[in-house]
Each structure stands twice: as C-alpha cells, then as structure tokens.
C-alpha cells in the first residue's frame, strides 16, 4: 500500500476536478462519494489510479469557505482563500446589490473583501468610482484598475495573498488573470458576444499560482445569483460593519429593523452613519434567510 497522496484542487467542474500534486502533477480525479463537494483550493487526500487520473478520497479541513446557498443548492466557490476581490467595471454596469452579497459573504466567512474596479479606461469610470466611494468610507478598499492597460494596482493587492476574483459576467476577470499570469490562460469574450449568446465565458472554476506556490488567483464564472441562505440573521446583521456598533441597542430584542419604534440601525441612517440602501440590503438578506426553515451548514 503507498502512502497516502495529498494535493490541491485547481479545477472543478461538474463531474471532476484537477488535483495538482507536490511535484506540479496534475491528475483528472473523480470524488469518492457523492456527498464529498469539492471547492478550488482545497487540499484532499487521493488515491491515483493511472498516469494522469485519481480518486479524491477526503477534504482538508477548510481555513475559510466562500459559497453561495439558496433553498434548494449550494454552490461552492473558493476553499482556503485568505481574500475576495469583488470585480466591478462599468460597462456591462454592475450590479450594486450582488457587490453587497459578495460583501456580506466573505465578512461573514471571514475573510477579507476588496473591491477592484476594471475598466479604469472607459470614460464611464469616473462615474462609478464615484458610486464607490461609499465602500471606501465602510473601510474596504476600492482598487481602481484597467486589466487591459494597466493591471499593477490590482496585482500588488493580490500580493501575498490566496484570492478568489468574483463577479458578474463581462467585468473582466478572466482579463485580469491573463494580465496577471502573463500569457492568454483563460478564454476571454467581447461583452456583445457573450451577451447575445446568453452564454458566460469562463465555465468552470479554476486556481493559478502567481509568485509562489503559496499566491493564488482563482478565476470563477460570472455570477447572477448569489444567495445567503446558509447564514444566520445574527451573522448577517454582524456582516455590515457600519451597523456593528449598535446591534443589540434596538428597543426589541427581536427587532427587525423595519418599523419598530427606537430602532438603532434606523437611528443610524437618520443620523448619517449609515446609509438607507446599506440598510435595505440587510433587511433583504435577513428575511431572506428567515425565508428558509432550516439549512445544514458547511
Ligand atoms: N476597455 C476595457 N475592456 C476590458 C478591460 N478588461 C476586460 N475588458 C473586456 O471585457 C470583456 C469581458 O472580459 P472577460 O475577462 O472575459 O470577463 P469575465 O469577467 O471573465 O466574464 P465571465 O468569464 O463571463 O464571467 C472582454 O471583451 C474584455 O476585453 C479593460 O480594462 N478595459
Ligand atoms: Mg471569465
Ligand atoms: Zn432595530
């Protein structure tokens, strides 16, 4: 019997992974049982069957885990990232609502969210820096950038650092990541392209390497939907930092922050620390997930 195989997880698709071993192996690998859902970053034990295929038979324990979970699915994005780089540009706009999802994921996860805004040579872009603005003030740093002509800000941020990029479709990850390795790894799209078709370009999640075995980007497909479900209310209301300060100070222990009477959060957006829409989407997110009876968390 060999000793036992570890790697980590740099590809998943829906059937299998690639597992990258210490010496840079890369084998095609099915999971042993179905209930075992694997994540880019994770490290696992396999067993190799072939030259270039083997069975992942067990999950490292995770450092950190970035999903999404709505009612019915969850869907695994990132293992073991110490970082989240939200990417928003102009054109295709972005969404402002699944950049506070990303937001209130990764803070909940804990792990550290920055924001980079692409496109940086668009004419449009001064409008939406100035949209972001108020990300700046919750303390996150916005990275402004042009993944085409000029990608350093965003690569001194990843510096050192086991990242996921996320965002919606056209913003330009998979741009980003190609300025960042260098060469064209990843398939890029023309936004009408990618458009017209209905179709994303980048289909599958895959992990790359940058300075050191210990630097990760990982490339993930657009998102539209980004559910909550897999976290508490407590957990949310703690996800937005501007509310941090005042949770517990509602007159009601179970307040709502909706209509309720000496609300703290609310008291919050009449005194200007924080803003309505921040609110909204903390009460969107939380009666989402009330929404659901019960969830088996990772
Ligand atoms: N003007 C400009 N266009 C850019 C820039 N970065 C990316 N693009 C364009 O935006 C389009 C989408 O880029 P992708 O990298 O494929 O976007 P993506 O985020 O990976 O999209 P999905 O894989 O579908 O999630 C392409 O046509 C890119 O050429 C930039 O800095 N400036
Ligand atoms: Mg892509
Ligand atoms: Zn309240």
């Not at 804990?110 to 949209?131: H, P, Q, S, Y």
């Not at 916005?142 to 086991?162: C, D, T």
């Not at 913003?171 to 023309?190: C, F, P």
């Not at 509310?243 to 007159?251: A, E, I, K, M, S």
Request: aromatic share 6%.
């Amino acid at each position: 019997m060999n000793a036992p195989l570890t790697g980590l997880v740099i590809e998943t698709q829906r059937r299998h992974s690639v597992v990258q071993l210490a010496d840079g192996t890369r084998l095609n690998c099915v999971s042993k049982g179905r209930q075992l859902q694997l994540a880019c970053g994770d490290q696992v034990a396999l067993s190799r069957t072939n030259d270039s295929e083997g069975v992942i038979e067990t999950i490292a324990d995770r450092a950190s885990l970035f999903y999404r979970a709505d009612a019915f699915k969850e869907k695994l994005v990132a293992a073991n990232v110490t970082q989240v780089a939200c990417i928003v540009a102009p054109l295709p706009a972005y969404a402002d609502e699944l950049l506070n999802r990303w937001l209130v994921c990764a803070e909940a996860s804990g792990v550290k969210a920055i924001i980079g805004l692409n496109k940086v040579d668009l004419v449009e872009a001064a409008a939406t820096a100035n949209a972001l603005a108020m990300y700046r003030d919750l303390g996150y740093d916005v990275v402004p950038f042009s993944a085409k002509f000029n990608h350093a800000p965003m690569r001194e941020r990843l510096a050192g650092q086991r990242s996921v990029l996320i965002g919606q479709s056209g913003m330009g990850k998979s741009k980003l990541l190609n300025a960042l390795v260098g060469e064209e790894a990843q398939r890029t799209n023309d936004i009408s392209q990618a458009l017209d078709s209905g179709k994303h370009t980048t289909t599958f999640t895959r992990l790359f390497t940058l300075a050191s075995d210990d630097e990760w980007v990982i490339d993930s497909p657009g998102m539209q939907v980004f559910g909550l479900a897999h976290f508490s209310r407590t957990q949310i209301e703690q996800a937005f930092p501007e509310f941090r300060p005042v949770l517990g100070q509602c007159r009601f222990r179970d307040c709502k922050h909706l209509q309720e009477p000496n609300c703290a959060l609310q008291e919050a957006v009449r005194t200007g620390t924080a803003t309505i829409n921040r609110l909204s989407y903390l009460r969107r997110f939380c009666s989402e997930t009330e929404a659901v009876p019960h969830y088996e968390r990772h």
